[in-house]
């Protein structure tokens, strides 16, 4: 092959071949910044290859001691403590998925003019976002005090927050031709709103709502841990006495709650975006 013919060929398509000269060592050096920052935080968290594998020899005892799972005749008293995590995590996002639609219409470009309200808006959800419902329910239990109401004030804060950026950039990519459809018809800024953008978006706020109810299952089953009552507080108080049989069975309950959630959530968000694209069409 010719040279030339080579040369024309790396010019147009110069991602098919290997970097030469300053672009190669350019990476090189990337590279090794990299691996020298990699293993300088290995060597400050004391991550060694010793502890690894201590580590791992005790991880697989307290696997041998969870064998078999059992209940101790509390599996009544559990499933009441799931269904409380669930409810947290229902009433929760169901709070927040409310809040979150007027902050999104406050916080989207093309439906909110007044750029100081949605700059609010924005940076006050980025603040509540910033904080993980943990430290939001650390918080809420020394307002409210133990119980499964901290633990839905916590959810509801925190998927506010981040609620509120999901839908407002949906609304800020729905179809502009279909609400200026809506809006040549005659319709008021209102009823533009109401009929050329948010049939648009429900699907997918929707969707994204069913996603969180599952997501904060397993969050909630987390607060739990910090007073705010749920499947948590058992699982915290079997491995504080090291009941591990206790706490695998409890364990198994909790995955097959989320995986049951899943399933449904699952089947809700398909038949949605389904029933969103025959309309469209």
């Known amino acids: 092959m010719n040279k030339p013919r080579l040369i024309s060929w790396r010019a147009l398509r110069p991602e098919l071949y290997p970097r030469r000269g300053l672009a190669a060592w350019r990476g090189y050096v990337v590279m090794l910044i990299v691996m020298i920052l990699f293993l300088f935080g290995l060597s400050e968290l004391e991550v060694t290859a010793e502890r690894l594998y201590k580590g791992s020899l005790k991880l697989v005892d307290v696997f041998g001691l969870m064998v078999p799972p059992e209940s101790k005749g509390r599996t009544a008293e559990y499933l009441f403590a799931i269904a409380e995590t669930v409810s947290m995590a229902f009433l929760g996002t169901l709070v927040a998925s409310i809040l979150a639609v007027p902050l999104a219409l406050m916080g989207a470009r093309n439906i909110m003019p007044i750029g100081p309200v949605r700059f ?13 419902s943990l430290v939001w329910a650390i918080f809420f239990v020394g307002v409210v005090g133990l119980g499964p109401f901290a633990g839905i004030l916590a959810i509801t804060v925190n998927d506010t927050g981040i609620l509120t950026k999901l ?32 049939p648009q978006v429900m699907p997918v706020f929707l969707a994204n709502s069913l996603y969180f109810v599952e997501s904060n299952v397993r969050s909630a089953t987390i607060l739990g841990v910090v007073g705010a009552g749920g499947i948590g507080f058992f699982l915290m108080d079997r491995m504080m006495i090291s009941a591990w049989r206790e706490v695998a069975y409890i364990i198994l309950l909790v995955l097959i709650t989320v995986a049951v959630i899943d399933t449904l959530s699952r089947i809700l968000r398909q038949r949605l975006i389904g029933q969103s694209s025959i309309a469209r069409h």
């Open 120 to 132: 609010f808006v924005r940076r006050s959800s980025d603040v509540v976002r910033g904080l993980d």
């Open 167 to 198: 839908y407002a950039e949906a609304l800020e990519n729905t179809d502009a031709e279909q609400s200026k459809g809506v809006r040549a018809t005659g319709a008021s800024r209102l009823q533009t709103l109401l009929f050329g953008v948010l």
